[in-house]
């Protein structure tokens, strides 16, 4: 579970870190394949630096890693913080479906809602 | 029958999930605005939800608390940013006592509902963003059982019942 995986500070990082949209994008592109951040400035309408202070707040939140090669700084993805998210998000999802099923219920029981004594 | 869909954004920690219901939309607002009806399906059978205060108007808050297996209490709260029936609401939702009380830095949920007329009934679509792994965990803590459960079978229950 995820609270193996992060303690409080770990999850307030995450939540500044995913609070921005260019952060989210970034994520995104760098989930998919990785991307030096340079090409990743090219993308944005933004300096190098700004670009460069998302991929440190991404990467304080352990979002992604950063690796020197050459002349390059390569950023990536991290697979697992991303997957404990979408876990939890299918759990979630099974309590919709639950509720979707029981409006379902109280749908069929008749137009008014709850009848005297009728309640299950 | 109730068409599904749900869209998981695990980046961005939302969740939309679309079903539609053979009912009148004022019908299906009414599961939502009158509290009654509300706590017969919001929580989980296992975490049932009782509301002292609902307030569905813009800036209205509702508090309620849902009872666990084991008695335990867990309250949580809604304040209500938007309302316009029996289209849409959008509203945060915390955990505490009530939004005065919430914990400074504790994490609010965000949830919004649209209710669609369509040839067959409503159409609802639902978002809620959660603002950290924290807080979905916390949510998914108290209806995971139901989860493991079935919705299925339980559904089955319902209508045998109703």
């Known amino acids: 579970m995820v609270v193996d995986l992060l303690d409080r500070e770990d999850t307030d990082r995450l939540f500044a870190a995913l609070a921005d949209g260019t952060r ?56 697992d913080t991303v997957r404990a998210a979408a876990r939890l998000l299918e759990q979630y999802e099974e309590i919709w479906r639950g509720r979707v099923a029981r409006i379902d219920a109280l749908l069929a029981d008749g137009p008014t809602g709850p009848r005297p004594g009728g309640a299950p | 029958m109730t068409v599904l869909d749900v869209r998981r954004d695990p980046e961005a920690l939302t969740i939309t999930v679309t079903a539609e219901f053979a009912a009148p939309r004022d019908r299906v607002w009414q599961l939502y605005a009158d509290p009654r009806q509300l706590e017969r399906w919001w929580g989980p059978p296992e975490w049932p939800a009782t509301f002292e205060r609902h307030e569905i108007v813009p800036g209205g808050v509702a508090t309620y608390y849902m009872t666990g297996p084991d008695g335990e209490k867990a309250p949580g709260w809604w304040r209500f940013l938007a309302v316009d029936p029996p289209v849409s609401f959008e509203a945060e939702d915390g955990f505490g006592a009530s939004p005065d009380e919430a914990t400074p830095g504790m994490p609010v949920m965000r949830m919004s509902v649209r209710l669609d007329e369509t040839a067959g009934g409503t159409r609802m679509t639902s978002v809620s963003t959660f603002a950290s792994l924290e807080q979905l965990e916390q949510v998914v803590a108290m209806g995971i059982e139901e989860g493991l459960r079935g919705a299925m079978g339980q559904m089955d229950a319902l209508l045998a019942a109703g």
Do not use: C, N, P, W
Request: net charge positive.
């Open chain 1, 24 to 79: 989210r994008d970034i994520l995104r592109r760098v989930l998919q394949h990785e991307s030096s951040v340079s090409a990743l400035a090219a993308r944005y309408a933004m300096s190098f630096a700004a670009v460069q202070k998302h991929v440190a707040v991404l990467e304080r939140a352990a979002l992604v890693t950063k690796e020197r090669r050459g002349r390059e700084q390569l950023v990536r993805g991290s697979v």
